[in-house]
């Protein structure tokens, strides 16, 4: 039966005229699209780590990134590095760039980092995790799951520390 049929108007999954272009003063955020970027496996000593016994040492980096791509819209993008050694042998590495394009309007300017660089990757760090877990995964793995991360702390610990080194600030002994 189709849509029509039954009253309803399909709308695309975020109405950005909602946000772009809105009269309101009221300050609008809004996810209008996440994707992945960028995605790259790979298993280099395979079949041979199939065979180890060990447990896996497993490190993850993290970078996150922003850029505006118009007045009201911008992309914020998590890369996730994991490489999981079995030993000397590596057994895999995953390299990817999960990314979201936000849109926000009458956003104040001093709140624009603060989201950007840590309710945004919030949001989108579950959607990244999940990749990344069916990607080792589906590469003959366990799935990794990563532990959720605090991101708006880490963001206000970067700026703790870029103000200190600013400032010309000692620590303590």
């Not at 180890?52 to 850029?67: E, W």
């Not at 590596?90 to 104040?108: E, H, K």
């Not at 709140?111 to 080792?136: C, H, N, T």
């Amino acid at each position: 039966m189709a849509d029509d049929d039954l009253g309803v108007t399909p709308t695309p999954p975020f109405p950005i005229d909602d946000v772009v272009g809105a009269t309101d003063d009221q300050p609008q955020v809004g996810v209008i699209s996440q994707y992945v970027k960028d995605l790259s496996f790979e298993n280099p000593n395979a079949p041979a780590i199939y065979q180890s016994q060990d447990s896996p040492a497993i490190d993850v980096q993290f970078n996150i990134g922003a850029s505006t791509l118009g007045d009201e819209v911008h992309e914020v993008v998590l890369k996730i590095d994991v490489t999981g050694k079995w030993g000397d042998q590596t057994g895999f590495v995953v390299d990817l760039s999960y990314a979201g394009l936000f849109a926000l309007r009458n956003v104040p300017e001093d709140q624009l980092q603060p989201f950007l660089l840590g309710e945004a990757p919030r949001i989108l760090f579950p959607f990244a995790r999940r990749v990344l877990a069916d990607a080792v995964r589906d590469g003959g793995f366990q799935p990794l799951m990563l532990e959720p991360i605090d991101f708006q702390a880490l963001y206000l610990s970067q700026i703790a520390q870029q103000s200190g080194n600013a400032t010309g600030a000692v620590g303590h002994a």
